[in-house]
């Protein structure tokens, strides 16, 4: 075991714990709890980490607990954010006006919405 899974283990305990860690309301803030007992079975479940992974929950809105969470890359782990902050397919196609625009920021670049609209703006201009 590697100092490096117990730091993510640790950082994501003090997002669900601490309300002065910058990130706790999008994580204790919204009720999302570190329920792993200890070090040890958060290890026992998720295993070692793969270098260039981060820590991730499977269901965005679940907890911190045996099943939901595990080890992705940085690409995997932005697919799995919060709705609010991310465009929908709906949204990047209203805004771009074609499929093919959709694909290209959702898959690749992965941008906010406001950024399309920024880009968009500019573009149009």
Same mark, same amino acid.
């Given at each position: 075991? *590697?100092?490096?899974? /117990? ?7 003090? *997002?669900? @714990? @601490? /309300? ?5 309301? #999008?994580?204790?803030? /919204? ?17 070692? #980490? ?6 991730? /929950? ?21 697919? @799995? *954010? ?24 959702? *898959? ?12 968009? #703006?500019?573009? #149009?201009?």
């Amino acid at each position: 075991m *590697r100092k490096s899974e /117990r730091t993510a283990y640790e950082n994501a305990f003090q *997002r669900c @714990n @601490n /309300r002065n860690d910058p990130q706790w309301h #999008k994580y204790g803030g /919204r009720g999302i709890k570190m329920l792993f007992a200890s070090f040890a079975d958060f290890f026992a479940d998720i295993g070692p #980490k793969p270098d260039g992974y981060y820590l991730d /929950r499977i269901d965005n809105n679940g907890h911190y607990e045996a099943g939901n969470v595990h080890w992705v890359t940085p690409s995997e782990s932005v697919r @799995n *954010r919060n709705p609010v902050t991310y465009a929908t397919h709906e949204m990047v196609c209203s805004v771009c006006g074609t499929p093919l625009r959709h694909v290209i920021v959702m *898959r690749v670049f992965v941008v906010s919405l406001v950024l399309v609209a920024r880009i968009t #703006k500019r573009t #149009k201009a």
